[in-house]
């Protein structure tokens, strides 16, 4: 019983309509039908879910969580969910989240994560009291792998009421979900209304490894509509196997709307094999579940239902649609065009003025050979070399013009196989055999005959074929597949030991590799064995990391991640706050068991006919692909000094994209009074957070860093690298030192000066250390985006003939940080136009948000002027090996083009202002702030002439005060203000007149 999520449904507005707009009425008034009026006390709940006696935390498809799914009567508003265990039976407990309040379809759902594996019982508490909660019995998890089903249908649902006579009057609804692979076909109920149809459900296979798809017809006939604008609400269960899922939904009344018809190829070699899908959807697009759809006279046929006119013959039933809308023909005849139509009265004969019609076309064609090609069915590129043992993971493919499978092609393939450091390369004799009905050949397993009988090496394997010559048509070859192979092992990030905490948790971390690199997607199988005395064993399936199954205590499988890692939690029993801890020691073995989840393909020793040659040459071979690990869980020990080493990996100061590797050495006490000679604690764990950037896995050399996934492929610019948090814990292992790789990206600190500096805290037992790492952009890697523009404040859009535009450098590095100091040398494409920087020869350095502007442009005649700056930042990009390589790179920047011109200088905007004080005539010149600079005289009117009495340059704002004796008492005195020219304004004159 499985559940994406609680469940959303219509608007209480919405339902309200679709309830008036067509659902038939019954005259009783205990027809009401919305979920709280169908649970018969109007204080208590019913569960919908849990009507099978199991739970699970499989995956059904969707997720894997554990779905509760209640009723409740009308005065109930909330449900709280409650459970217990078989180790507290009589203890209740809530389940996470909180009171549950009714949804849009009128039932309590809740999604449950982190099911306990001893759950004993799941009850309902109403807020209406404990006296109406209600309570099923659910057996322990006792296995994880229980198949789960989970619905899809849900909210607003479709309800088609068939017009067919009996046996096929139904009222049927689509139900479509998911359930994990293996699981029978689910039985489909209505859960709330009780309505007592029966259902026909059909299991669809899948693609996919985990899960298939259903769909469902189920009727609903005798459901009680309401009678007035109430919605018509239903609860709908799934169950299969032992476990269960529910959902709520609301009815609409369904008007059939269309019908299409889809080939299932287009172009047919044998028509008679055409399988043509149809689909009825209703007027909102929705699928109609038990809809009747024919094959006849749909397209042509006037004559009013009788004889037929056209080439379809007579009118052919085709069968009733399923949960998902559809009705497949698979009875076609030839090469034609096939008329359909769905019965939407009850009539079977086509009535063109109510039945939906629709055609499909089916046409003939002769194939011929086009083309060849080798599938790497996992798309992998390295291989343990005991995978390819088996035939599962190449097959050669023959298609047609149309890209179909063509059979009874020749095909003749080898294997060139290069051994790693020794021995020549050799080649096989190519395999003649001919596609089958599928158009494929199955490459076989690889053995040692494939080598000459040798025993096959490590190396690279290509595999070649071919479309021999045939009737002189060309030989045509396919794109050889080249893959790498060699021995894995399972290493563990602790070494050979680990300490755990004692009655504590403890995750095993394992990686599965070879020589070439991780292999993911494999299977591993796993044990624990707690040793004599023990109680360790497999934490609890809802607390396993993503891609392990628990198949019994201390027992299970994990898939291994994209990393070729895999992760197991084990948990040490606690012990009652009286009783002294026991330290135990115990043993993980881990061994990989299969190429994917469903391959149980042994990555060990089962090469060659007796099932290990491979020995004579890797003396360790049928071990390499298990290993163990012991798992000692004790008290931690005191912690009593901790050494942090810096080491800049890559050369030079650190930068962003320059990590720091940490080397950390953790020391213990040993008895003396003398700390220098502390021990180095092995397999002790230690957390490491930074406060910007991030860790990655630790490295030594820029050589074993990990790169980021995306930015891990030949070319790719370097300095991208895994990004596991700010925090994380690792362990001193069995070499007792520890460490992780601090690197920086994006921080907007480097725009001001290019430094940051990022704090480190190292914390092993109840001690911490910091150490500080000052990364400074101005070493970056490789130059990004960079810009040539104009200054803040810089004249914009045309410039005037005279005036200056300063310019700025902006360089950018690949994460986006603004690095400044970086060289570069300007020019311009202008003859009349010029420039000038702050370094010699032309030379400039790019700039921070901080500096100013570096260079300057000006003209004294009109131009066109374009700046122009080069630089050679170099660049490092990612080698075929995924080592750094370091080239040359010159980078060319230019402006947006400046256009000198001769404009018409503006006006000053001169004016005249004056008070008199009694004894002085106060004068303020004032000018728009453009005029700063310009020299003005203040004249004043003397025996009919004008007198000049003051000369001033305007400030930086345009203006100024002038002081003059007033000589002439309370008699009005005439002042004039006259501004000069100058490069950015013409001259102006102000008056005014004093008493």
Not at 3 to 32: D, E, F, W
Not at 76 to 103: E, M
Not at 338 to 356: F, I, R
Not at 420 to 435: E, I, L, Q, R
């Amino acid at each position: 019983m499985i559940s994406s999520g609680i469940k959303r449904g219509l608007a209480a507005s919405a339902v309200s309509a679709l309830a008036v707009a067509g659902l038939p009425l019954l005259a009783t008034s205990a027809s009401a039908t919305p979920i709280a009026t169908q649970v018969g006390n109007a204080d208590g709940v019913e569960f919908y879910s849990q009507q099978v006696p199991g739970i699970s935390a499989k995956n059904d498809g969707t997720n894997t969580t554990v779905s509760l799914v209640t009723g409740g009567g009308a005065n109930v508003t909330s449900v709280a969910y409650q459970y217990t265990t078989s180790a507290a039976p009589a203890t209740w407990v809530d389940v996470p989240g909180g009171l549950v309040a009714r949804n849009a379809d009128g039932v309590f759902a809740a999604d449950w994560t982190g099911v306990p594996a001893n759950v004993a019982q799941v009850r309902a508490v109403p807020n209406t009291g404990l006296a109406n909660a209600v309570v099923v019995t659910a057996p322990t998890i006792v296995d994880a792998t229980a198949n789960t089903v989970e619905l899809a249908s849900e909210g607003s649902l479709g309800v088609f009421q068939a017009p067919y006579g009996a046996g096929r009057n139904g009222d049927y609804v689509g139900v479509t979900g998911t359930v994990s692979q293996g699981s029978t076909a689910p039985n489909v109920t209505d859960a709330s209304a009780g309505t007592a149809g029966a259902d026909t459900t059909t299991l669809e296979t899948t693609t996919s490894t985990t899960s298939d798809t259903f769909n469902s017809v189920l009727d609903i006939d005798g459901y009680p509509y309401s009678t007035g604008s109430e919605p018509n609400q239903i609860a709908i269960n799934a169950a299969t196997n032992n476990t269960d899922d529910a959902e709520g939904s609301t009815l609409y009344v369904q008007t059939i709307g269309s019908i299409t018809a889809t080939p299932a190829t287009q172009d047919r070699v044998d028509p008679t094999t055409a399988e043509i899908t149809l689909t009825v959807l209703d007027t909102q697009g929705k699928p109609v579940a038990g809809a009747q759809v024919y094959r006849g006279s749909a397209d042509t046929d006037t004559d009013g239902g009788g004889a037929d006119t056209d080439t379809d013959g007579p009118e052919t039933l085709v069968g009733y649609t399923d949960g998902r809308g559809q009705v497949k023909d698979t009875t076609t005849t030839g090469a034609a065009t096939y008329g359909y139509y769905v019965n939407t009265t009850g009539n079977t004969a086509y009535e063109p003025a109510v039945d939906k019609a629709t055609t499909a076309t089916v046409t003939t064609y002769t194939p011929a050979f086009t083309t060849i090609a080798i599938q790497n069915e996992r798309s992998r590129t390295n291989f343990d070399i005991d995978e390819l043992s088996d035939s599962d993971d190449f097959t050669i493919v023959t298609t047609d013009q149309k890209n179909a499978p063509i059979a009874n092609i020749p095909v003749e393939y080898r294997y060139i196989i290069d051994p790693s450091g020794v021995g020549a390369t050799y080649t096989s004799p190519y395999v003649a055999t001919v596609s089958d009905a599928n158009g494929e050949v199955v490459v076989p397993g690889l053995t040692d005959a494939s080598y000459n009988g040798a025993p096959v090496p490590p190396g690279t394997y290509t595999i070649e074929a071919r479309r021999p010559n045939v009737n002189g048509t060309g030989l045509q070859n396919a794109t050889p597949v080249t893959v790498n192979e060699s021995e894995s092992e399972i290493t563990y990030s602790e070494g050979a030991s680990a300490n755990a905490p004692i009655n504590g948790d403890f995750t095993v971390t394992g990686n599965l590799a070879n020589t070439d690199g991780n292999l993911a997607g494999r299977l591993v199988s796993f044990t624990y064995n707690p040793g004599v005395g023990g109680d360790a064993t497999t934490a609890p399936q809802s607390e396993q990391p993503a891609g392990t199954t628990i198949t019994a205590p201390g027992q299970g499988t994990a898939i291994t991640d994209a990393n070729g890692n895999f992760s197991v939690k084990l948990r040490d029993q606690g012990v009652p706050p009286n009783v002294t801890p026991t330290p135990e020691s115990g043993t993980f073995t881990a061994t990989a068991t299969g190429e994917d989840a469903t391959d149980g393909t042994s990555l060990k020793g089962n090469l060659g006919t007796d099932g290990d040659t491979e020995a004579a040459s890797l003396p360790n071979a049928p071990a390499n692909a298990s290993q163990s690990l012991t798992v000692n869980f004790q008290a931690a020990a005191t912690v009593t000094s901790i050494d942090v080493n810096l080491d800049e990996i890559y050369g030079g100061v650190a930068a962003p994209g320059r990590p720091v590797d940490l080397d950390i050495v953790v020391h213990g006490a040993d008895g003396d009074a003398n700390p220098n000679n502390d021990p180095a604690l092995q397999d002790t764990p230690v957390t490491i957070t930074v406060d910007k950037g991030f860790l990655s896995p630790n490295a030594e050399t820029a050589q074993d860093v990990t790169l980021a996934s995306g930015h891990d492929s030949t070319g790719d610019l370097w300095g991208f690298f895994k990004n596991d948090g700010t925090s994380k814990t690792v362990s001193t292992g069995d070499s007792a030192e520890a460490g992780a790789i601090a690197a920086i990206e994006r921080d907007p600190g480097f725009d001001d000066d290019g430094l940051v500096d990022m704090v480190v805290t190292v914390k092993a037992g109840n001690t911490t250390v910091t150490r500080t790492i000052s990364f400074d952009d101005r070493f970056m890697l490789n130059q990004g985006a960079s810009t040539l523009e104009r200054a803040a404040g810089a004249p914009q859009g045309d410039v005037n003939v005279g005036e200056e535009v300063p310019f700025q450098l902006y360089v950018h590095d690949q994460f986006g940080n603004l690095v400044g100091d970086q060289d570069a040398r300007i020019s311009d494409d202008s003859t009349v136009a010029d420039f000038r920087t702050d370094g010699d020869f032309d030379s400039t350095r790019s700039d921070f948000t901080t500096n100013g502007p570096g260079i300057v442009a000006f003209s004294n005649a009109p131009a066109v002027q374009t700046l122009m700056a080069a630089m050679q930042p170099g660049e490092v990009l990612v080698d075929a090996n995924d080592d750094p390589d370091s080239n040359s790179k010159n980078v060319s920047v230019k402006s947006d083009p400046i256009n000198w011109v001769n404009k018409a200088k503006p006006s000053p905007e001169l004016t005249l202002k004056g008070s008199n004080d009694g004894k002085t005539d106060v004068l303020f010149a004032n000018a728009a702030t453009r005029a700063h600079g310009a020299t003005v005289k203040l004249y004043k009117r003397a025996n009919g002439a004008w007198k000049l009495v003051g000369t001033a340059t305007l400030n930086k704002f345009g203006n100024h005060h002038f002081r003059v004796a007033d000589k002439n008492g309370k008699k009005i005195t005439k002042y004039k203000a006259v501004a000069q020219p100058t490069a950015r304004t013409t001259s102006g004159t102000g008056t005014k007149s004093l008493r």
